[in-house]
């Protein structure tokens, strides 16, 4: 590991409380105490399961009387199929809490787990529309403690969480204001042995959440400035996290701008989740690497109404050139990090156009985005992103 003395650390409870700074995976323990859990089921991916990140959490969860528990049944793209899974876990184990660990997948799934343990609703009716999140019992949603491994994704501090329907490939974005989770641990030292390839696609996902929020018409200026600061923050850190896995500064910088990306985006998203999300469903992409593939495309199909937003967001990131200055800085960062060129170099054929442009109008998204989605454009944007 390298000095801990350049990573900052701080206690923040904005929006929910975190204990931010390197080794502070040690506080585990305390964290279940705080959110009064003494039987946590850890909810992971199979990758992560039996990686020394996990051990190491395991085994102070061990020493402290507080088990061993863990489910890793978790798809990168989780559906119902692990969430009844890990259900069934948490009852088996008579577990009380719920420790979501690792990436957007592990951190969505554990907080689902702990939303519908013990709801006589199903999941499907608690999607993010209007009040639908009033069906559940509130009183029965188990304390959630997070603990990303990635610095992208933002789950930790978000109160929603999403899951595929295996039956239709469409995600769905699950919303209650309780499953924000009571602590988050945010410990830069779990990110170091991220891939490079993770490194590059998760903290694109930050820098898409901080942009599309930043242009997002709504009025919401408490996101916008925490937007653009996280833009500036995966700017100036995402290449030497990249380069150099091992830099704990540039490591706490990522995953403090990807909990920033997370909170601004309750001003919203717009046309590049839009994309993602059913080509994610389809094809299984890497749900950041995606977002930063459709970006560039998107940026143009969206410059009628965000040219002045993104002259002065360039401004003050310190990128030369107003909106193409600040186009051709996003190309250079894309082609800097090894991401796919476009959708084909990404894997995925061009076919179904037609029926991803259908999920795209449907998807929450696309409410926020700066240029209304229409089913003609939007089929010309996914034409462009091959």
Known sequence: ?????????????????????????????????????????????????????????VSILSANGLGEAVFCEVDPNPNEANLAAGIAAFHAGGHDGVIAFGGGS???????????????????????????????????????????????????????GVITNSATQVKKIIFHPKILPAVTICDPELTVSMPRSITAGTGMDAFAHCLEAYCSPFFHPMSAGIALEGMRLVKENL?????????????ANMMAAAAMGAVAFQKGLGAIHSLSHPIGAHYHTHHGTTNAVVMLPVLAFNRPAIEEKI???????????????????????????????????????????EQLTEMALADPSTGGNPVEMTRENTLALFEACF
């Open 106 to 160: 592990g951190l969505d799934l554990g907080k689902l787990i702990a939303l519908m343990a013990d709801q006589t609703v199903s999941v499907w009716d608690l999607e993010d529309i209007g009040d639908w999140w009033t069906r559940a019992d509130a009183s029965k949603i188990a304390p959630i403690i997070a603990v990303p491994t990635t610095a992208g994704t933002g789950s930790e501090v978000g109160r929603a």
């Open 239 to 251: 290449p030497t996290a990249y380069n150099d896995g091992a830099n704990i500064e540039a490591r």
């Open 1 to 57: 590991m390298s000095s801990q003395a350049a990573s900052p650390r701080a206690n923040w409870s904005y929006p929910t409380a975190i204990r931010f700074g390197a080794g502070r995976i040690s506080e585990l323990a305390e964290a279940c105490a705080a959110a009064g859990i003494t039987k946590p089921l850890l909810v992971t991916d199979r990758g992560l399961a039996n990686l020394p990140v996990t051990r190491t959490a």
């Open 311 to 353: 002259e002065r967001a360039a401004a003050y990131l310190g990128i030369a050139g107003g909106f193409d200055g600040f186009v051709e800085f996003v190309r250079g960062m894309i082609a800097d990090l090894g991401i796919p060129a476009n959708l084909t170099a990404l894997g995925v054929p061009k076919e179904n156009l």
